[in-house]
């Protein structure tokens, strides 16, 4: 017996939630959705675009004639600085939480037609110092700083223009502090960050390992819900995206450049996913040992540029669910050139 054959349940480690895995499904036909792939010629500016320099925003704000990464105030940010007051509810039963942030969109870079996986090491290094910049920037004044990316049409990026957002917030989200907390108690019982085991277990198995290098590690999770997620794993004793050192950026724009053209290289097609840096809460001042900063990637595509995995049913209802294996997935990864 394999659990490439068979029906099988896994544990993320960092939510504790469980996952059930059914490879054996992966053999059946498909009649279901098949979206057209995304062109992936473009211009390298267009003037419709709302992101490109030197045009006007949807809220009617110039963009400066910028030629590196730049960041806005989000004009439609999801959180405001002022918040309802605590406890208004209609009644007790149903709570409520005041949440106050800010929002922020990042421009990787003045030309349209780029992505982070199309970029050059240096222009990926500058949104890397940016991503760390930002965090320690908000850091100083709201709890959690989440930095992440939608790319893609399929993952609801409303611009192709090449960009990610930041949103800080004067609460540690629900996902966030899950990890917090088994992250925590991993420590208190073993002596050691959960991350850093995980990543010594999945260097000494190689079977899920996508990219290593001297400061990052780059795995298709044990515990993986989508199709080819990746899970990318700081090895140094780093909690938060400023914590890193010269060679650490360096390197980080390097890995990054090939995972992302593994993915690309996959089906042939620019890739759609969602991408989010997970770190130490500010919130939580300096008690952070039991953290390291990981980068999740969540991308749809599960059989071709068109086919895509949906969160349905029973995943809605009962439990995540997945049919190729996190080791098939890695394989067919490490098997494109990037």
């Known amino acids: ?26 053999k059946r036909p498909w009649q279901g959705e098949q979206a057209e792939p995304a062109p992936a010629d473009a211009p390298r500016h267009d003037p419709a675009c709302y992101l490109c320099p030197g ?5 009617g704000t110039p963009n400066p004639d910028y030629a590196a990464t730049f960041v806005f105030p989000n004009d439609f940010p999801a959180l405001l600085h002022e918040s309802i007051g605590e406890g208004d509810s209609a009644h007790d039963l149903f709570e409520t939480a005041p949440a106050r942030g800010e929002a922020k969109v990042i421009c990787y870079s003045p030309d ?6 199309r970029m050059d090491d240096a222009g990926r290094r500058a949104v890397v110092d940016c991503w760390a910049d930002l965090s320690a920037s908000l850091g100083r004044d709201w709890a959690h700083v989440q930095l992440f990316e939608n ?3 399929m993952m609801g990026a409303s611009s192709p223009h090449p960009h990610g957002q930041v949103w800080a917030s004067d609460f540690v989200p629900q996902i966030v502090s899950q990890e917090d907390t088994r992250q925590r108690e991993h420590l208190a019982r073993t002596g050691t960050p959960l991350l850093a085991a995980v990543a010594e277990a999945e260097l000494a198995a190689g079977e899920r390992v996508v ?3 001297e400061h990052w590690l780059a795995v298709v999770p044990h515990w993986a819900a989508w199709p080819f997620e990746t899970l990318v794993i700081a090895r140094g004793d780093l909690a938060r995206m400023e914590d890193l ?57 599960l059989r071709s540029a068109t086919v895509r995995k949906h969160m349905v049913g029973f995943e809605l209802l009962a439990e995540t669910q997945r049919d190729l294996t996190p ?6 990864l490490r098997a494109v050139t990037p």
């Open 1 to 26: 017996m394999s659990l490439s054959d068979f029906p099988h349940r896994r544990r993320n480690l960092l939510t504790g939630e469980w996952i059930l895995v059914s490879p054996h499904r992966a």
């Open 55 to 59: 045009n006007a925003r949807t809220s």
């Open 112 to 117: 349209h037609s780029q992505t982070l996986a």
């Open 151 to 153: 790319k893609g049409a």
């Open 211 to 213: 990219e290593a290098s």
């Open 245 to 301: 050192g010269d060679a650490a950026r360096a390197d980080l724009a390097a890995v990054l450049g090939r995972l992302l053209r593994r993915y690309d290289g996959l089906f042939g097609v620019d890739f759609p996913y969602s991408m989010g840096w997970h770190g130490a809460p500010h919130g939580l001042g300096a008690d952070h040992a039991h953290w390291r900063l990981h980068a999740h990637f969540h991308p749809p595509l």
């Open 327 to 332: 080791e098939q997935a890695a394989e067919r």
